[in-house]
């Protein structure tokens, strides 16, 4: 990473997914000292996103619907009086934050995956992010894979997280789902999955 591409963060205070709002230019820049290259935040926004979707999965889903079975998980969860799966609940995370306007830093998440149940939602997959998600999952020891790439004339970090099996609820949704395709593996705990992608802006 070109250290001379580095972004000032001024207030980009990443809590529960969404920035937090109505923190002044001055007060920000009080909070933070110095600047952090986008790698570095994309790192900081993936340890939020990450024990999120850890703590829902395994507190929420595991524990309500697969321990003591008080109430199901379901895609539908609005009709059927249920849980939203853990990956509903981080793509309705991405969603409101792409709806928070003068975001300091303008940067962007989703949940990708080489065997999608969500084929809209692999509509977004660049050629970069199936690089990314390819080396993942021939590399499950790997901590990320960064790159970069212009979308729309401008030039974003990006890094591509593993999203790997924590919990039984994340691996039996995807086995047991009935848009699973037979050429789609079966998942284990541990298995990655899909990868989380940041894309963080230069300047």
């Given at each position: 990473?070109n250290?001379?591409?580095?972004?000032?963060?001024?207030?980009?205070i990443?809590v529960?997914?969404?920035?937090?709002p109505s923190c002044?230019?001055?007060?920000t820049?009080t909070?933070t000292?110095?600047?952090?290259?986008?790698?570095?935040?994309?790192?900081t926004v993936?340890t939020?996103l990450?024990?999120?979707?850890?703590v829902y999965?395994?507190?929420v889903?595991t524990?309500?619907v697969n321990?003591?079975?008080?109430?199901k998980a379901?895609?539908?969860f609005?009709d059927?009086k249920?849980?939203p799966?853990?990956?509903?609940?981080f793509?309705m995370?991405?969603e409101e934050?792409?709806?928070v306007?003068g975001?300091?830093?303008d940067f962007?998440?989703?949940l990708q995956?080489?065997?999608?149940l969500?084929?809209?939602n692999?509509?977004?997959?660049?050629?970069k992010?199936?690089?990314?998600?390819?080396?993942?999952?021939?590399?499950?020891?790997?901590k990320?894979w960064?790159?970069?790439e212009?979308i729309a004339?401008q030039?974003?970090?990006?890094?591509?997280?593993?999203?790997?099996a924590?919990?039984e609820?994340?691996f039996l949704c995807?086995?047991?789902?009935?848009?699973?395709e037979?050429?789609f593996?079966?998942?284990?705990?541990g298995?990655?999955?899909g990868?989380?992608?940041i894309r963080i802006p230069?300047?």
């Open positions: 990473m250290t001379k591409k580095r972004i000032a963060l001024t207030g980009a990443v529960a997914g969404v920035v937090a002044s230019k001055t007060e820049a909070a000292s110095g600047g952090f290259t986008p790698e570095q935040m994309a790192d993936y939020v990450a024990a999120d979707r850890k999965a395994k507190q889903v524990r309500l321990k003591e079975e008080v109430i379901h895609e539908n609005m059927e249920a849980l799966l853990p990956a509903q609940v793509r995370g991405a934050v792409d709806l306007e975001k300091a830093v962007s998440y989703s995956s080489l065997w999608p969500n084929k809209e692999a509509k977004k997959q660049t050629d992010v199936q690089e990314g998600l390819k080396y993942l999952v021939d590399n499950p020891e790997s990320k960064t790159g970069e212009e004339g030039k974003y970090f990006i890094g591509v997280y593993p999203d790997k924590v919990a609820a994340c995807h086995n047991n789902h009935p848009d699973k037979d050429s593996p079966e998942f284990k705990m298995d990655v999955m990868g989380v992608v230069f300047e």
